[in-house]
């Protein structure tokens, strides 16, 4: 019977997902530990490379999974478990603390440093990459800086996605980032600028016009393509930032102006998302 388990377990755990797989591997062990976030704390810095502990452990809080000691790389490993609004608390949200931090001398360290971590986010090297953005001076420490990569998927930016390495001393101590999974975005065959910027103002007619009433745009709006989240999907979008003036026609006078960021899916002209920006 007990062979049997350990098979069954085995066989389960292999075709797991990394954080998952951790977690169970930590759960099977038998070294689940009951105590909270805080009163780990008292026995040792969380936030810090643990080196007092050996096993691994497993402790739930507030929206926060944090795996202790889970392999030979890192001392801790953070997911937020929750989604909600707030950034930090979304499930694809991760914090990893290196054991043995990595030397920040050489060139190229960066991508090299990347690579500890794409095993543990399901990152695809054929499709995905991440991409320089910026290096951030920490303003009290002149050894202390973060540099961020953005998220691109099929050489297309995933908004709102992006890893950052914190180097300190000249050795990466630290990722943390968001990230979603098995990406797969269809992005061949897009509407133009021009007919994506046409459904858009068709919208906000459709919501503010009157028989009394005009609404005029300007010839061009300003946008940007790329991926966004929308809900819980993730398509190739037109994000436009448009304004409008309301005329009223008898008068030959202003009444109101509008702004909308609009998201239009890029492949089938659909409004996808209008966030009301203004009301003057």
């Given at each position: 019977m007990?062979l049997?388990?350990?098979?069954i377990?085995?066989?389960?755990?292999k075709?797991l997902?990394?954080k998952?797989a951790?977690l169970?591997?930590n759960?099977n062990?038998?070294?689940q530990?009951n105590e909270t976030?805080?009163?780990r704390?008292?026995?040792?810095?969380?936030k810090?490379?643990n080196k007092?502990?050996t096993?691994?452990d497993?402790?739930?809080?507030q929206?926060?999974?944090?795996?202790?000691?889970p392999?030979?790389?890192f001392?801790s490993m953070w997911?937020g478990?929750?989604?909600?609004?707030?950034?930090?608390?979304?499930?694809?949200?991760?914090e990893?603390?290196?054991?043995?931090p990595?030397?920040?001398k050489?060139?190229?360290?960066e991508?090299?440093?990347?690579k500890?971590?794409?095993?543990?986010i399901?990152?695809?090297?054929e499709?995905d990459e991440?991409v320089?953005?910026?290096k951030?001076?920490?303003p009290?420490?002149v050894?202390k800086?973060?540099k961020?990569?953005?998220l691109?998927?099929?050489?297309?930016?995933v908004h709102?996605?992006?890893i950052?390495i914190?180097v300190?001393?000249?050795?990466v101590?630290?990722?943390?980032g968001k990230?979603?999974?098995?990406l797969?975005?269809?992005i061949?065959?897009?509407i133009?600028?021009?007919?994506a910027?046409e459904?858009?103002?068709k919208?906000?007619?459709?919501?503010?016009s009157?028989?009394?009433?005009?609404l005029e745009?300007?010839?061009q709006a300003?946008y940007?393509?790329?991926?966004?989240?929308i809900d819980?999907a993730?398509?190739?979008?037109y994000?436009f930032?448009?304004?409008?003036k309301e005329k009223?026609?008898?008068?030959?006078?202003?009444?109101?102006?509008?702004?909308?960021?609009?998201?239009?899916n890029?492949?089938?002209?659909?409004?996808?998302?209008?966030d009301?920006?203004?009301?003057?």
């Amino acid at each position: 019977m007990c062979l049997l388990f350990l098979i069954i377990t085995f066989g389960c755990n292999k075709h797991l997902q990394p954080k998952e797989a951790l977690l169970a591997q930590n759960q099977n062990g038998n070294s689940q530990k009951n105590e909270t976030l805080d009163e780990r704390s008292k026995n040792f810095d969380l936030k810090s490379n643990n080196k007092l502990s050996t096993k691994p452990d497993t402790i739930f809080e507030q929206g926060w999974m944090k795996i202790g000691n889970p392999n030979d790389k890192f001392s801790s490993m953070w997911w937020g478990t929750q989604t909600n609004d707030g950034y930090k608390s979304s499930h694809n949200y991760f914090e990893f603390y290196l054991k043995e931090p990595i030397t920040a001398k050489d060139e190229g360290f960066e991508q090299k440093a990347l690579k500890f971590v794409f095993p543990y986010i399901d990152f695809n090297v054929e499709i995905d990459e991440y991409v320089y953005r910026n290096k951030i001076q920490d303003p009290k420490e002149v050894s202390k800086y973060v540099k961020l990569f953005d998220l691109y998927h099929k050489n297309i930016q995933v908004h709102g996605y992006s890893i950052a390495i914190t180097v300190e001393n000249e050795k990466v101590i630290k990722f943390h980032g968001k990230y979603e999974p098995n990406l797969n975005v269809e992005i061949n065959n897009p509407i133009n600028a021009t007919e994506a910027y046409e459904l858009s103002k068709k919208y906000i007619e459709l919501k503010h016009s009157t028989d009394s009433t005009l609404l005029e745009f300007p010839k061009q709006a300003d946008y940007v393509m790329g991926i966004y989240q929308i809900d819980v999907a993730y398509p190739y979008v037109y994000k436009f930032n448009i304004s409008a003036k309301e005329k009223w026609l008898e008068k030959e006078a202003y009444l109101m102006g509008y702004g909308y960021y609009l998201y239009v899916n890029a492949i089938t002209g659909e409004i996808l998302r209008a966030d009301d920006m203004m009301l003057y």
